[in-house]
């Protein structure tokens, strides 16, 4: 994953391919289950909004998030995301690393 995602207001792309795995470094199979990114303001404890990612190779761990038009309608500044997954057996885990964001305003 990236240091810090870079986007300017009002983006939908690019979109962000993430490869969840356990522990031991080994691709988590997403068959029948979910990733989420919870997505809110650096510092602050409210989410904005949470998308669910696209399942782009589930058996090997692989999910896509793909921006929604006014996902990034937000001020300009820095966001942290979270990434929560639900497995098919129920059993949910949230990655402890955060994905960084960093949105600028349009020139427009």
Not at 59 to 74: E, F, M, R, Y
């Amino acid at each position: 994953m990236a240091d810090t995602y870079k986007y300017v207001q009002g983006d939908t792309g690019p979109q962000i391919q993430v490869t969840i795995t356990s522990a031991d470094g080994t691709a988590t199979n997403l068959t029948g289950g979910a990733v989420t990114l919870h997505f809110r303001a650096a510092g602050t404890t409210t989410v904005l909004f949470s998308r669910v990612l696209v399942l782009a190779d589930a058996p090997n761990g692989k999910a896509v998030l793909q921006w929604q038009t006014g996902d990034l309608d937000v001020d300009a500044g820095n966001y942290e995301g979270e990434l929560e997954t639900v497995l098919s057996s129920g059993l949910r885990e949230t990655r402890f690393e955060l994905l960084k964001f960093k949105i600028r305003e349009d020139f427009a």
